[in-house]
């Protein structure tokens, strides 16, 4: 989950779905309330870490933060130097994702066509927006927490992505990577940053517990949907039609569109890597196929 956060246009929420830990999460998420505070103050830690599920989340949590911190500069290097061969890897952890999760929802209606194609129009629409920049302040970068969580937590929505839409990405990647050499600066970024995704996730998971109660499956369909409507984001050939500079005077892609393989070459005079790109495609196809199967062996079967 911490490697696709760091990426914009996969969503840690995505391979919460694939691993099947995303209403477990949901739930323990929610249990941080005031009656687990309760409990805390009453019967004590031991009680208090049971009911929230501590484990989980202590093992979770530590396994995003570890990931976010080691890949960091190696997912940055492979975006800049081979972005096709890594948008392939994650299109195919997508799209299988989109099919196993799909296929768990049983008889599809009216309602749940709906909700699976209002959930591909509303991240579909989200991949087309442009980037803007935002301002270097403590209280944007607070409320850019608190909304990226939000997508971090949804499959199919990246908050990476939400984070770029901002103008918030490479304010908060940079202090992920200058932790060493700017420890103040880039704490008291992580830190505002973090205040602001822990009141965001907790307030966020509720609504979505709630929806997962009122209407699951339709939930389900919709979050499906969010998936199928991020491959926009995350096709391999892309060619940037209008580009931006960002506050470090960087030129970053502002507008782009999808091209097939070999339009890609004639355009862009670059090789497509095809080769290599649909069998990275297939690994992120076999990859998330593993999991389903290790993850459900009685599904499987």
């Known amino acids: 989950m911490g490697a696709a956060d760091v990426v914009p246009g996969v969503s840690g929420g995505t391979i919460a779905f694939i691993t099947g830990i995303y209403e477990r999460l949901l739930s323990a998420l929610q249990s941080i309330n005031l009656q687990s505070i309760r409990i805390l103050f009453k019967e004590g830690i031991p009680s208090f870490w049971k009911a929230i599920d501590g484990n989980f989340l202590m093992f979770l949590f530590t396994g995003i933060g570890i990931s976010i911190l080691s890949l960091a500069k190696g997912l940055t290097w492979l975006l800049d130097n081979k972005p096709i061969l890594i948008w392939s890897f994650f299109f195919g952890l ?42 270097e302040t403590l209280l944007y970068i607070f409320f850019s927490g608190m909304i990226a969580i939000c997508a971090m937590i949804l499959p199919g929505i990246s908050g990476s992505f939400i984070l770029l839409l901002m103008g918030s990405y490479s304010m908060v990647l940079g202090a992920i990577s200058h932790i060493g050499s700017e420890p103040v600066q880039s704490f008291t970024t992580i830190a505002t940053f973090g205040v602001g995704a822990v009141i965001g996730l907790l307030s966020f998971v509720r609504l979505l517990n709630f929806v997962f109660a009122r209407a699951h499956d339709q939930t389900i369909a919709a979050l499906t949907g969010f998936m199928i409507g991020s491959l926009n984001k995350v096709w391999p050939w892309k060619q940037t039609v209008e580009t931006t500079l960002n506050r470090h005077g960087e030129e970053i892609p502002l507008v782009q569109k999808n091209l097939l393989p070999g339009t890609f070459e004639k ?31 009685k599904e499987a079967e």
């Open 94 to 135: 997508i799209l299988s994702s989109s099919w196993f999760v799909g296929r768990k929802i049983p008889g599809w209606n009216a309602g749940k066509v709906i909700s699976l194609l209002a959930g591909t129009a509303i991240a579909y629409w989200i991949t087309m927006v442009s980037p803007t920049e935002g301002p």
């Open 267 to 297: 355009a862009l005079g670059i090789p497509s890597e095809l080769g290599w790109a649909l069998a990275l495609m297939v690994l992120g196809i076999v990859v998330v196929a593993l999991l389903e199967i290790f993850g459900n062996p």
